[in-house]
């Protein structure tokens, strides 16, 4: 038997959609919390949640996860990632409604699995608003290839995904 052929050449895909982030994102990154077809929260990346009071939110994280690029998934990743969108205008092109205030939103790593979230004041969309939060390994923001939604090519991700 024989080995199959290396490539050869680049395969380009070009797919005019102007969602196709999101079949991206959907395929290649993970949230911390998902909603299933009756609209029910469903931990994901989480494993659970709890408001401290009306401004603090505890995400508590899964152990034993990995990327596909084998990092260990921390609470460090969840931070890093709200930190890069928190520096967009707009992170969600969906819309604003999925947007943690800007700079007032903070997020605390308090161990590697728990994550602790201060808001400028009661959010009610906040458990929602993770829905759409994707997680990528640190190595997609600060790798020597990282794509970074176009930060490498554009300066910026806004907009470019």
């Known amino acids: 038997m024989t080995a199959p052929p290396e490539p050869v050449g ?15 994102t959907w395929n290649t990154m993970e949230e911390p ?55 967009w205008a707009a ?3 969906p ?12 997020a605390e790593v ?3 699995h728990t994550l602790r979230f201060s808001l400028p004041g009661p959010d009610g969309l906040a458990i929602g608003k993770f829905r759409g939060f994707h997680i990528a390994s640190s190595a997609f923001w600060s790798g020597k290839d990282a794509p970074g939604f176009g930060y490498r090519k554009y300066g910026s991700g806004e907009g470019h995904w």
């Open 110 to 112: 308090v161990d590697d």
């Open 91 to 93: 992170p969600h092109p």
């Open 33 to 87: 919390i998902r909603i299933d077809e009756a609209g029910r929260v469903v931990y994901s990346l989480a494993e659970s949640s709890e408001w401290l009071d009306e401004r603090t939110l505890e995400l508590r994280l899964r152990r034993g996860v990995r990327f596909q690029d084998g990092e260990h998934f921390t609470a460090h990743n969840v931070k890093q990632n709200f930190e890069e969108m928190q520096r």
């Open 10 to 24: 680049t395969v380009h895909v070009v797919d005019p959609s102007p969602l196709n982030w999101l079949f991206i």
């Open 95 to 106: 819309g604003t409604w999925l947007n943690f205030p800007a700079p007032e939103s903070t």
